[in-house]
């Protein structure tokens, strides 16, 4: 079972990402680490902006199989499992794919410079050139959480991105992710519109 408060932050986060235009569709997919391993995920196929907590909020085993028969957990379960599983301080992971996420990691490498919101990040300053991780896309997710492990234990990186598929974010609570998401999303965006201006 996935506590009721834990669903409706979740549901709540969903809701501020849409009103971003950071989920169309069925984009996107958000979670948040429970008691014994277990993870709240949401389920596979819904909007992320008219989430039902009670429906759509599901439990997973820190492997990514549902707890409950009959439920299917977000096609990209493994990469949230995958977080937690490496880094015991994450509590919330969310992912969305902005416009400026999906065309960046296209693009190439994505490096952020001289921006005072790097120190959201926990940078002292904004003099420190930040890289953003951009990993190839691929539709089996256990080959890319693979493909990432090694890079994600080599150096936590402040989130990253799947090229032309969207950004992965994390933070301490379901709140802290959303906060970081957001400052990730805004670095994004500037790095788009400087680029546009050259
Ligand atoms: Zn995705």
């Known amino acids: 079972m996935v506590p009721q408060e834990v669903a409706a932050a979740l549901a709540e986060a969903g809701r501020r990402m849409d009103q971003r235009g950071w989920v169309p569709g069925s984009a996107g997919n958000l979670s948040a680490r429970l008691e014994n391993g277990r993870i ?81 990040f926990g940078f002292a300053s904004h003099e420190h050139d930040i890289a953003l991780p951009v990993y190839g896309n691929d539709q089996d997710i256990a080959r890319l959480a693979a493909l990432i492990e090694p890079e994600l234990q080599a150096d936590t990186p402040i989130g990253y991105v799947i090229a032309g598929h969207g950004v992965y974010a994390w933070g301490s609570s379901v709140e802290h992710a959303f906060w970081r998401l957001e400052a990730l999303e805004f670095l994004l965006e500037c790095e788009l519109a400087r680029r546009q201006m050259r």
Not at 76 to 90: D, G, M, W
């Open 40 to 120: 709240a995920i949401t389920r596979s196929g819904i909007h992320k902006g008219r989430i039902v907590p009670a429906e759509d909020i599901i439990a997973v085993d820190a492997a990514g199989q549902a707890l409950k028969a009959g439920h299917r957990p977000s096609a990209e379960t493994l990469l949230h499992c995958q977080l937690y599983r490496l880094f015991p301080p994450v509590a919330a992971v969310l992912h969305g794919h902005s416009v400026a996420a999906t065309v960046l990691s296209i693009a190439g490498p994505i490096v952020f410079s001289q921006y005072e919101i790097l120190k959201a």
